[in-house]
Structures are given as structure tokens and as C-alpha cells.
């Protein structure tokens, strides 16, 4: 596979997709016990043959299960954990347990290790199973399961040091990695909030109270996600997406690439970054100085949070902007994150969601052919 052929593609899109009504209606039927998990596996089983159909419609290579099994982007994948709970977190000596909008957080309470069987490995095989073009699979960053909480939300008693803790995040991802490998996953893609949302200074400086020395996270975070796909096959492509927020087109966290970039780009050892690039926010194009030969950047130009479709010439001015700091031949085009990060999805329509995909295959054939 050339590395034209190979992910990330000219157009891509970052994986979620908004869910069908009778989907987040069922699923409120088995909560309520009125409905069993059988009948809801089947309509998701349906709703994501659906989702298949119209990703190959629009004229998309890199197909998803649009997230249709999850309610978030990561607590489903790290709620299965053995030896994390996931809950809300409050400030020492608070009492917010009405505060719903308090972060959920992942507690490491016990040893980590996967469910039999692993977390999404059949989930993949049934999602191979309805396409011949390359099924894409997502999975949370590991780092999910560090920055929110940080060292107050890992037992001590479990994990007397970071590294013992650290070493099992990555192991429990490898072995997930290996299996989806085995059922013939060859373009993974890793969901990271943490990176991103260590370029803004407000983030920054509450990471610091939690005693987090945030010049040196990006390269723990870097070797971290490094042992967690290492020992990969070789024709497996392994992109990561940062994001500063995106639940219910909300977001939580700005600033540029700067503080990140080199170790970013130079440190990662993956094939491709998905970058948001859909306002102000993210800064200008000027970090992309340091992506090195090899690596593609794929643009988030398109945003996933505003039903108005953007000009298409002004997302080819953007592209031809970023391509003064990265040769074009390296970047490709995508929305800024995905249209349902949290189940309830973005406050956007179905026809907003496929003229926004559609738009970004369209710009990406006439700029790259």
C-alpha cells in the first residue's frame, strides 16, 4: 500500500455520526426496562448498516459504525475496564452531586485489565463484515485515563507509582490493538482531548494545581500512546484526533498548537493527526512547521458544531495556507471532530450532517484529484 492509498485519506471525517431517533429512543426503553439489550443490539445492528450504506453513498473510503453502541466518545470503552469506575468528579470537600455538569472521570480503582473477549473487537468484525472499503475503528485516547483525574484519581494503594500505572494503561490498550488487529482493523484511530486541551493556558494552570508538571505531560502522554500501539503490523495506519470539546456543539478548551507541536508531531509515532481547524480557537496554520516527511495532517476545516455549510472556496484559501508550512501532497481534508461525540449529537440536522460530509469529499477530489 503506497502511502497515498493508505489512511488517512484525501477525505476522511473523525468517526461519529449523529444517531437515529428511534436509536436514542430504544435505548431510553432499556434503561427504563422496557426493552432488552438483545433488541437494542439488533436496531444498532441496523441503524449502523444504514450509516454504512450512506458513508459509501457520499464517496468516503474510511468507513465507521458512526459510534452508534456508545453514549460518549470514551466513557463506554473505559467504563469496561476492570478496575475503573467511572464517575463524576467534584473539588475536594464539595458537595455537587446535583451539578450534572460536572466531568465524568475515569477512577482507577482495581488492576487494569480488558473484558473477555475485549471492548470492541466484535463491534469491529460485525462493522468489516458490511463493507469492502477500509473499516475504520475508534477508541479513546489512553490518556483519557490520567489527565482529568490525575494522581488523586488513581489508588494508591493499587499503583504505588505512576510508571507501574502507566505501563498497565499500555498494555491494556495493546492487547486491545492486537485483537482488533487479528479481525483485520488496518486504520485505528485514537480520540485525545488531553493534548489539545494542554495548549490552553486555563487548562494548563488547573492541571498545575493538581501537581502536574504540564511541560513535561506531552511527552509522557507521547511515550504512553507510543507503548500502546507498539508491536502493530506494519500496514496498520494509526492517526490521532485532538479535540478541545465538541458535546452538544459546546466546547471547552482554545489556543493554538504551539506549546504541543514538536513533541506532537515528532514524538507520536503515528501516521496521521487530525487537527481542528474550524475557527479561531485552534490557532493559526504556523505549527504545522514542525510535521515531519511521512506524516499527514488531515484539516478540520469543516465544523460539526454549525448547520450553516462553509464556502468552498474559502476552505481551498485555508487549505492552500496551511500548505506554506506542510507540503500539500501531506494534508488531507475532514470536519473539525465528529457530529455526536456524546449520543444526544450536535445541535445540527441529518442534512446538515451529509451536505457538510459531502462538501468535504467534493473539495478534497478537486484539490488533490
Known amino acids: 500500500m503506497t502511502s497515498i492509498d493508505r489512511p488517512p485519506f484525501r477525505a476522511d471525517h473523525v468517526g461519529s455520526l449523529l444517531r437515529p431517533r428511534s436509536l436514542l429512543e430504544l435505548r431510553e426503553r432499556v434503561r427504563a426496562g422496557k426493552a432488552s439489550r438483545e433488541e437494542l443490539r439488533a436496531h444498532e445492528d441496523a441503524c449502523i448498516q444504514q450509516a454504512v450504506i450512506m458513508q459509501e453513498s457520499l464517496g468516503f473510503e474510511s468507513i465507521t459504525d458512526g459510534e452508534y453502541r456508545r453514549q460518549t466518545f470514551h466513557g463506554d470503552f473505559l467504563d469496561s475496564l476492570e478496575g475503573v469506575e467511572f464517575k463524576q468528579l467534584f473539588p475536594p470537600g464539595s458537595n455537587e452531586s446535583g451539578n450534572h455538569e460536572a466531568p465524568f472521570v ?11 473477549g475485549g471492548v470492541e473487537v466484535e463491534n469491529f468484525r460485525f462493522l468489516k463484515s458490511l463493507t469492502t472499503r477500509t473499516a475504520r475503528q475508534t477508541i479513546p485516547s489512553p490518556t483519557m485515563l490520567h489527565f482529568r483525574g490525575g494522581r488523586r484519581a488513581i489508588d494508591p494503594h493499587v499503583y504505588p507509582e505512576m510508571n ?18 487479528a479481525a483485520g482493523c488496518r486504520y485505528l484511530q485514537i480520540d485525545d482531548t488531553n493534548l489539545a486541551y494542554l495548549c490552553d493556558e486555563q ?10 508538571d504540564v511541560d513535561a ?11 500502546s500501539i507498539a508491536g502493530r503490523p506494519n500496514d496498520m495506519s494509526v492517526c490521532i484526533h485532538l479535540c478541545r470539546g465538541n458535546a452538544k456543539s459546546r466546547w471547552f478548551a482554545e489556543g493554538g498548537y504551539e506549546p504541543i507541536a514538536d513533541v506532537l508531531f515528532n514524538e507520536l509515532d503515528v501516521d496521521g493527526f487530525f487537527l481542528e481547524y474550524d475557527d479561531e480557537r485552534s490557532g493559526g496554520f504556523e505549527p504545522l512547521r514542525f510535521v515531519p516527511k511521512g506524516k499527514k495532517v488531515v484539516l478540520g476545516l ?28 501531506q494534508l488531507c481534508l475532514s470536519p473539525q471532530c465528529g ?9 445540527i440536522t441529518p442534512d446538515d450532517e451529509k451536505r457538510k460530509l459531502a462538501l468535504v469529499v467534493e473539495i478534497a477530489e478537486e484539490v488533490w484529484g
Open 106 to 116: 475515569a477512577f482507577v480503582t482495581g488492576k487494569l485489565n480488558r473484558p473477555e
Open 164 to 181: 507501574e500505572f502507566f505501563a498497565d494503561v499500555a498494555r491494556v490498550f495493546r492487547e486491545e490493538i492486537t485483537d482488533l488487529a
Open 203 to 212: 487548562m494548563r494552570e488547573r492541571a498545575r494545581e493538581r501537581g502536574e
Open 217 to 227: 505531560l506531552p511527552s509522557t502522554y507521547a511515550r504512553l500512546i507510543n507503548d
Open 302 to 329: 469543516v465544523s460539526t458544531k454549525r448547520g450553516a455549510l462553509e464556502d468552498k472556496d474559502e476552505i481551498k484559501r485555508r487549505i492552500d495556507e496551511a500548505a506554506r508550512y506542510v507540503p500539500l501532497e
Open 339 to 347: 457530529f455526536a461525540s456524546v449520543a444526544e449529537g450536535n445541535f
